[in-house]
């Protein structure tokens, strides 16, 4: 592990090293705790001294300040090795409010959301804010922005992005290859893109035999996608690392938990942490409380959330040791992952609300939209299938003459927000909506803005309301509007989490009320305009047949 | 692990996509191998595609050439994590024409004895003859030239130097810093030296508690100087790299054998692999054979030769897998590591002699000496002890006048061979030569010229006969030489193997014969020099107290 990142100043070591050796008092001691170590797997009780923002010592100390940690245990702050901030519908201010309190002290970021938006000036702002919280934020630069041809992102990342944006502080590498055909067919851009970068990361459900071979061969290291023990197993064997996700929808730790104790595999929420549930249960202490309830043993769970991702994006975390930086998590309960006390770069943890710059709230550029724009061919039809708690979609085939909440035939729109001002529509089952609308500009990957409804008034009410309101996600009820405003680039919201949730979980009953019986009908619908998971979806280009790979009704 | 050293050009990294899909043939395909996996600890039986000199895939391939391995075992080839080549008396192109053979396809080396005889060049010149051997040659630069100020060597590597190396290929960091005292002091060469590098090699004998942290602390990461489980312990807690030395004299396996298993354990030579030994037991395939008797398991053994010296450097090796180099040994025996075929790059390995330079044979500047120039006061004086098998000496006080062999009183002298004609002298006990003398420009680590003798002629013949081959060993007996030459920087012959072996084990038998009952006179003498272990040395300068850190008696 490089200590460059940590040790810039002969003057730091040389105090690092006196403080090491007793002849100088450290700035922080935590005194006889129990410490967890990883590497060794073994526990015991020991002092930890502190001094610029990096741990000195680990033995006897005493310091300028001390904490007794007497029956507490010492574990390295947890490192989440894959997740996108934007998910949470929280900025990384806030998200760090609530996750760094509950131990969670790094995250592998792939802003790949934020930069559908804003492109590379998006992972800028990112950057920029991650150097005002106390979460330590590490970036791998987006591989596929925009998803594919068949939707309008408001940007791009070529190469030459990617190029300058791999000069910055804390971005490690390459964000997961989702586009794993170009991979395979030889993509000059893309390979260019692995060429350049240190570490890539891979996104490559299901992928197997010969395929998988090329995909590793490119020099693609990890994936997140295994659901099945068989599919991660190949990975592994073929040297990938393996993070097993976790998270509020897709649940993938019991399939995979007999991979535990291996090195080259971490635990990671892929973004997947609803905020409810972050408030609730936590981020990735819920995670490892999963671990455990799955039958891990403690530090081979504590192995995925910290030395594993440590080692392998090179970083100077996840164990408790001399030279690495101090962030440091002490624990009233071990396999409960009580936290008592987060300590990082040796300090507790302040928290200040990050101000965004008014350019990335005002990133909804549609006109407001009428009925008539949403006008739709009738007869025999092809319809899109949501299935709940997936986001691949099906497909049937009916005879349609306009929206029947009788048979659950409702419309899904997408518009266009990046001043274009295209619309796909498409007939849609699935949702159950028996009035209202529901619109949102999270809409993966292109985040657009997508609506479903009952009758195309109330989906142009809906629509029309996120357009006023730069942005988030609107249900209504005849005349009622319930809204929770994204203003930053319309996935973010500027309040704190516990608003942000209140306001989702009104916005989820009402949903319900008006018919819905989908387990989580915001993600089923930020997904159905993601051209690059099958089936049949809708971007603002019209209907997509997604094995095709192109754009098969315009409407 | 970064694919760029292994990737280049995007036609490369197609054509490797295309064979691993099965579009196209690989250029050799190993079918029906037991691939042995060390990251999953599995064995398996899969075809191994190659092309480009890196695995393809492993899974069902044909290629344009096949070779069928129904039956043997295909594992990575061996990375020695620490050695220096110059200690086997061989050329880099012998060593490698040894090694290879038997599995072991990469060390990463100190150079740091032909650094103090040549300094950068010398490394240079290691480093261009590597681009002619098969042995994949990886560089750490050495930190302690010369070990102290205590002795002259030929060079020094300053900061300067360091920066200028770590810019070549295969150079990966900072060689074993074997000044702690430097960094414990906070020297700044020392500590600058550290700053700039990626990898520091540590090198920390009985090394513990406050100052253990300390030189964790300034950024060293590794040790290979544990003899005991307790002190080996101590540092993997403090995340340390522990390189368990395993051979020809230090053998610290037994001791450490229960840290096999930890991913931060290796297995090295140090360069102590004698070539007599190198060519009857083997290299790594000896040091793995020692792990099996050990009772380790197998692929335990050899994650500790392959993945984890891999892991710890970040080269793309150390496991069958794509994308890697295609470093492969087929064993017919996995536990006896009974080789059958070794491939580098994919392909047989082709061993061709290197000519060195002439000035890099031209390396030993003294002139000849005479009895006169060996005078030495006489009455009580502090007398060098020697003990079988240790390169730490003791001291005894005596009265002496003059050689007295009766009473195993020697002299050792150090010739100057860089141009400045100092000569140290001292008396020594341990030898037991009745008679005769031994000379050698092998001594650690100026590399001067250092002999021992029954009389003032005797070790003056025996210097001179040094001086005129221009480096090597000289055993004088009456008017009988015994010699072997190691013209290249006084270090390395520049025969084959078996000459070199051949002919020390005459000298060895000629020493037994002049009363020496050391096991390794060569290696006792050469270390008499080495003003850093303690306790009594004599160097160029006169009779170190390295305790003391200075010299007492210039005689």
Redesign the interface.
């Known amino acids: 592990?490089?200590?460059?990142e940590s040790?810039k100043r002969?003057s730091q070591?040389?105090r690092?090293?006196?403080v090491?050796?007793?002849l100088e008092r450290a700035d922080l001691v935590i005194k006889n705790a129990e410490v967890v170590?990883v590497?060794?797997e073994?526990i015991?009780k020991a002092d930890i001294?502190i001094c610029e923002g990096?741990?000195?010592?680990?033995?006897?100390?005493s310091g300028i300040e001390e904490i007794d940690a007497k029956g507490l245990y010492a574990v390295p702050g947890l490192i989440d090795a894959h997740t996108h901030i934007e998910m949470s519908m929280l900025t990384l201010s806030e998200f760090a409010r609530v996750v760094v309190p509950r131990g969670t002290t790094a995250v592998v970021a792939d802003p790949h959301e934020i930069a559908n938006v804003l492109g590379k000036e998006g992972i800028k702002l990112l950057l920029e804010e991650s150097k005002h919280t106390p979460l330590r934020f590490f970036c791998m630069v987006p591989s596929c922005v925009p998803s594919s041809p068949l939707e309008t992102s408001g940007a791009k990342i070529g190469i030459e992005d990617v190029e300058e944006l791999l000069k910055y502080e804390n971005v490690l590498g390459l964000a997961e290859v989702m586009n794993y055909p170009a991979?395979?067919n030889?993509d000059?851009e893309t390979?260019?893109k692995?060429?350049i970068c240190?570490?890539?990361d891979g996104h490559c459900p299901k992928l197997s035999?010969?395929?998988l071979?090329?995909y590793?061969?490119?020099?693609i290291?990890s994936d997140h996608e295994s659901i099945e023990l068989n599919e991660a197993?190949e990975k592994?064997?073929?040297?990938m690392r393996i993070m097993i996700r976790e998270g509020s929808a897709a649940r993938n730790l019991k399939a995979l938990k007999d991979l535990a104790g291996?090195?080259?595999v971490m635990l990671v929420t892929d973004g997947d942490r609803d905020v409810v549930d972050l408030l609730n249960e936590g981020y990735l202490d819920y995670v490892f409380r999963r671990a455990i309830e799955e039958g891990i043993d403690e530090i081979k769970a504590l192995q995925m959330l910290t030395i594993n991702p440590a080692?392998y994006f090179?970083l100077n975390l996840g164990?408790i040791?001399?030279?690495?930086f101090a962030d440091i998590v002490l624990l009233k309960d071990l396999r409960r992952f009580e936290v008592s006390k987060v300590f990082v770069n040796g300090k507790i943890p302040e928290f200040k609300k990050y101000n965004y710059p008014e350019w990335a709230k005002k990133t909804v550029k549609a006109k407001k939209i009428s009925p008539k724009d949403l006008e739709i061919r009738s007869g025999k039809v092809r319809i899109i299938k949501v299935y709940d708690g997936e986001i691949v979609t099906g497909e049937v085939v009916e005879y349609v003459e306009g929206i029947d909440t009788s048979r659950d035939i409702l419309k899904a729109v997408v518009v266009e927000r990046y001043g274009k001002g295209n619309i796909g529509k498409a007939y849609v089952k699935g949702f159950g909506l028996k009035r209202g609308a529901i619109a949102q500009t999270i809409a993966h990957d292109a985040h657009n803005i997508v609506s479903v409804g009952a009758s195309d008034e109330e989906i142009c009410k809906a629509v029309n309301r996120v357009i006023e309101i730069q942005g988030g996600i609107v249900v209504t009820d005849a005349d009622k509007f319930l809204e929770l405003k994204l203003e930053i680039a319309g996935l973010m919201s500027d309040e704190r989490a516990e608003v942000v949730a209140d306001k989702l979980k009104r916005i989820r009953d009402k949903i319900k009320e008006l018919g819905c019986k989908l387990k989580s009908p915001i993600t089923t619908l930020s997904f159905i305009a993601l051209p690059v998971i099958p089936k049949l979806k809708v971007t603002d280009l019209g209907l997509v047949d997604v094995e095709r790979f192109e754009v098969v009704d315009k409407n």
């Open positions: 592990m490089s200590m460059k040790l002969l070591i040389k690092l090293i006196r090491a050796r007793g170590n590497l060794t073994e015991y001294a990096l741990i000195a010592g680990v033995g006897s100390y991979v395979l030889c000059d390979l260019s692995i060429l240190d570490i890539v035999g010969n395929d071979n090329a590793v061969a490119a020099g290291e197993k592994l064997r073929l040297g291996n090195r080259y080692e090179r164990l040791a001399p030279g690495r």
